[in-house]
């Protein structure tokens, strides 16, 4: 029964992270990158915690993985951001 209240609110997750974003409008894409690389490195943090106290094969492959693509998305948005704002600035000369 458990298992199915997880999946459920997953489902309800993804269907709701789909729905705000695809609403945003591309102006609004810049800030929203920032504070989304604002999330994940708080799910660095805590995958990095959580696998500090779990025991388990699947655990910590699931903790590891977690923190690797977290990671992925903060260096990538940062990067992205990075690109978007370089776009704005005025070249010297």
């Known amino acids: 029964m458990e298992l199915v209240l997880l999946v459920t609110i997953f ?14 409008p591309p102006t ?3 800030p929203l990158m920032s504070g989304s ?3 994940s490195g708080i799910t660095i943090v805590g995958a990095i915690i959580a696998a500090e ?8 492959i699931l903790c590891f993985a977690a923190v690797v ?3 992925i998305n903060v260096v990538g948005g940062y990067a992205v951001t990075n690109r978007m704002l370089a776009m704005f600035r005025k070249k010297k000369g």
């Open 53 to 60: 106290h779990v025991h388990g094969g699947t655990a910590q």
């Open 37 to 39: 690389n604002a999330i």
């Open 69 to 71: 693509l977290a990671t």
């Open 28 to 30: 609004l894409h810049t």
């Open 11 to 24: 489902v309800l997750a993804v269907f709701v992270g789909v729905e705000i974003i695809t609403k945003v």
